[in-house]
């Protein structure tokens, strides 16, 4: 059986490990994290399953990590990019240090960007790639006023980009044979945020989240949401707003609640 090669990010713990655990079967891997012990843990577990594993750290919230795993990508053998890697930096807008805006953004907005442009030519060519970017049902939450919902300011503006990236990309590569999807999950019982979602009740499992994201991606869905039922429903009610902001208010003349001119 032909192996194909699946690059993940975030790989050494939560979501990005249950996707190479629930890949190793039949796909070899480059795993990517900061923590190169941890992926050297994980490569020797999934080496025993029969994978061949590349350890490759890097911390994408650096433009010299970004570069590290684009130079690895560029060499056009990866089939599938999971682009996992991820942190929340919940505070208020006013209370994050400025010093680390930056890294906040380019890790969790800038970075999956990046790798994509990186990992296209390659799957273009070859005729055959996915792209998989993890954003956040966060990202659909701007004008929530849920109490239980984190100050996220930053986090959803991140997140948002990458799922407004990833569905403007599905669009524009329709017509070719590499698929692309962006998942959204809800709370995940993992370390993220310093481990608070394992005390969350209604949190999901990390290994739920990637076997609904792989299973999604079989389906053709370009947005996964792994609790959401009644997805195609709901996708739709937001395409249907979208498409009424767009082209409603895409007109010459002001709306009425503008108009201040005089009646004649």
Sequence with gaps: MTRTL????????????????LLADDHDLVLVARRADRLGDLAD???????????LPADLATHEGIAAVTERLAAGDVRMLISNAGVGGYAPLAEVDPADLDHLLTLNAVAPIRLVRAALPGMLAAGEGAILTVASLLAFSAGSTDPRAPRRTLYVAAKAATLGFTRTLAGELADTPVRVQVVCPGVVATDWNSGAGRSIPWAMSPEDVASASLTGLRLGETVCAPGLEDQDSALDALL???????????RPVLAARYDRRPNP
């Design 240 to 250: 249907a707003a979208e498409t009424a902001l767009v082209t409603g208010g895409n």
């Design 45 to 55: 577990e999934l080496r025993d399953r029969g994978a061949a594993v590349e350890v």
């Design 6 to 21: 699946a690059l993940i990010t975030g790989a050494s713990s939560g979501i990005g490990a249950a996707y190479a655990r």
